[in-house]
């Protein structure tokens, strides 16, 4: 069963920067397209950001555009979450999440999901 496994999360205070990483168990991620999607309490998941397979081209929603960055390393089959300016609003359980196709914008995009890794922003 392949696996995606999410670290990095923590407590910190606005302003403040965190990276998340994922690691891919089985080596068919590498041509995956990846992701993070993030869901508050009270509130629904919703996408963050994607890489696609193809040519590494990113996507970021509005609510982050400009203050994350999502790169992979193909070699350690490996996502990461680059977050700088974070504020309270960014408190949220983090996911990664994969798709056999090009696009990562929607829940059922997803083929294979991470366990969540918890952030919470202090204001």
């Known amino acids: 069963q392949a696996q995606l496994v999410e670290s990095g999360g923590g407590l910190v205070q606005a302003g403040d920067s965190l990276t998340l990483s994922c690691v891919g168990s089985?080596?068919?991620?590498?041509?995956?397209?990846l992701g993070w999607f993030r869901q508050a309490p009270g509130k629904e998941r919703e996408i963050v950001g994607y890489i696609s397979w193809f040519e590494d081209r990113s996507y970021y929603s509005d609510s982050v555009q400009g203050r994350f960055t999502i790169s992979r390393d193909h070699a350690k089959n490996t996502l990461y979450l680059q977050m700088n300016s974070l504020k309270p609003e960014d408190t949220a359980v983090y996911y990664c999440?994969?798709?056999?196709?090009?696009?990562?914008?929607?829940?059922?995009?997803?083929?294979?999901w991470g366990q969540g890794t918890q952030v919470t922003v202090s204001s």
């Open positions: 089985d080596r068919r991620f590498s041509s995956y397209s």
């Open positions: 999440a994969a798709t056999r196709g090009q696009t990562l914008y929607y829940l059922s995009d997803v083929d294979y």
